[in-house]
T-cell receptor, first 113, second 113 residues
Framework: GESVGLHLPTLSVQEGDNSIINCAYS??????FIWYKQESGKGPQFIID?????DKRQGQRVTVLLNKTVKHLSLQIAATQPGDSAVYFC????????????FGSGTQLTVLP | DADVTQTPRNRITKTGKRIMLECSQT?????MYWYRQDPGLGLRLIYY???????NKGEISDGYSVSRQAQAKFSLSLESAIPNQTALYFC????????????FGSGTRLTVV
């Protein structure tokens, strides 16, 4: 899983399987979380967000789960496709901090044919 | 056209040279940011600006300066480039009236030799 550190975790999944990418966030007071996708040579793209008053939020083929008790965030991708291969990272922010985001280091997802 | 445009996309410069990276946006966002990305370290904030008259240092501002020439333009300068400033640089924007994440540019890959 992902955490703020010096290594980039990797995850390899078969095409069509579900992927789960994890993130341990740092500030228990953070109340807004975002998952970004970064493809090679491109800037990060917003995938999905969740606020601390929710435990789960679903988008198209993606679901974000938030466990505030253990400060854990996960991104689930259903029926993973080759185009999902990218680096995924989470970001957290704290209300009152002018919504400055703190980013994790990312997880490299590789989809195998 | 991209919402957040960074120029140049790639740049190789020599140690000691002054270089400017430019960012312009068409989203009408009031807030702009400069981040640096190094392998395994995620995104680190260099400078941010909440409006034209507001400039703030981020966690790694040493060796960098910025200018917010207009709401839509935010440039990053390296006064005297050094090799450890070799990195991928991203500009991002956000809207203070909407509690959402950032929109990123496609990045500038800078190499200092």
């Amino acid at each position: 899983g992902e955490s703020v550190g010096l290594h980039l975790p990797t995850l390899s999944v078969q095409e069509g399987d579900n992927s789960i990418i994890n993130c341990a966030y740092s500030n228990s007071a953070s109340d807004y979380f975002i998952w970004y996708k970064q493809e090679s040579g491109k800037g990060p793209q917003f995938i999905i967000d969740i606020r601390s008053n929710m435990d789960k939020r679903q988008g198209q083929r993606v679901t974000v789960l938030l466990n505030k008790t253990v400060k854990h965030l996960s991104l689930q991708i259903a029926a993973t496709q080759p185009g999902d291969s990218a680096v995924y990272f989470c970001a957290e922010s704290l209300s009152g901090s002018a919504r400055q985001l703190t980013f994790g280091s990312g997880t490299q997802l590789t989809v195998l044919p | 056209d991209a919402d957040v445009t960074q120029t140049p996309r790639n740049r190789i410069t020599k140690t000691g040279k002054r270089i400017m990276l430019e960012c312009s946006q068409t989203k009408g966002h009031d807030r702009m940011y400069w981040y640096r990305q190094d392998p395994g370290l995620g995104l680190r904030l260099i400078y941010y600006s909440f409006d034209v008259k507001d400039i703030n240092k981020g966690e790694i501002s040493d060796g960098y300066s910025v200018s917010r020439q207009a709401q839509a333009k935010f440039s990053l300068s390296l006064e005297s480039a050094i090799p450890n400033q070799t990195a991928l640089y991203f500009c991002a924007t956000s809207d203070s009236s909407r509690d959402q994440g950032y929109t990123f540019g496609s990045g500038t890959r800078l190499t200092v030799v």
